[in-house]
Each structure stands twice: as structure tokens, then as C-alpha cells.
């Protein structure tokens, strides 16, 4: 079992950027991949981001390519979305998830998942 808690959510203007954190806990963490997902008001959660469990391998969804990028830290057991070039389109509630494996392979292996964060983008 692994506990995830997300941090960094806030409001900020579009074109801005805000870095969000997921720590870690209950599991070896570079045991397994780790993603990112969102989801807004009225709409479905929908995937952001993984990687895989060393960091050498990325996916990100066709709408943030190029404004974020997702990233880990072993050492500190946390997971990190840089997001820059913000639009109101990305506000969401953002969750951190746990795959079950190594590597990512469908987004159906993410099992574990922190409370989320509200990140709000004002035009």
C-alpha cells in the first residue's frame, strides 16, 4: 500500500506557472511508475502525465506537451509536475497516482491515488 499527498495547487493568471509535488510513502518508491491525472468540473478524469519507476522514460497527453513536464526524485520519494504556459483549460482538481508496476504500460494500472489538488487558471 502506498500513500500519496499532493501539494502546490493554487490560482494563478494564464500563461503563469505552478509546480506541483506528490510525496510519497508504504512502498519502495522507485518500485513503481507514477502519473499524473486531472479532472475538471462536470468532466471525467482524464490522464496529464507518467513516468516510469528510474525517470527515463515520459508520456504526457496531447494537450500539455510542451508546457509540462513531469519528473521524480528517488531519493525523496516525490514526483513533481512542472507546468508552465498555463491556460484556464488545465483548471482541475490534480491527482497523483501509483502504478503497480515498474513501467507504465495502461493508465488502468494506477491504483493508488492521493486527495488531489486544485489548480486554478484565471484568463
Known amino acids: 500500500q502506498v500513500q500519496l499527498v499532493e501539494s502546490g495547487g493554487g490560482l494563478v493568471q494564464a500563461g503563469g506557472s505552478l509546480r506541483l509535488s506528490c510525496a510519497a510513502s508504504?512502498?519502495?518508491?522507485?518500485?513503481?511508475?507514477m502519473g499524473w491525472f486531472r479532472q475538471a468540473p462536470g468532466k471525467e478524469r482524464e490522464f496529464v502525465a507518467a513516468?516510469?519507476?528510474?525517470?527515463?522514460?515520459?508520456y504526457y497527453t496531447d494537450s500539455v506537451k510542451g508546457r509540462f513536464t513531469i519528473s521524480r526524485d528517488n531519493a525523496k520519494n516525490t514526483v513533481y509536475l512542472q507546468m508552465n504556459s498555463l491556460k484556464p483549460e488545465d483548471t482541475a482538481v490534480y491527482y497523483c497516482?501509483?502504478?503497480?508496476?515498474?513501467?507504465?504500460?495502461?493508465?488502468?494500472?494506477?491504483?493508488?491515488w492521493g486527495q488531489g489538488t486544485q489548480v486554478t487558471v484565471s484568463s
Open positions: 513516468i516510469n519507476w528510474s525517470g527515463g522514460t515520459t
Open positions: 497516482a501509483a502504478s503497480g508496476l515498474r513501467v507504465v504500460v495502461t493508465t488502468a494500472d494506477f491504483g493508488s
Open positions: 508504504g512502498r519502495t518508491f522507485s518500485s513503481y511508475a
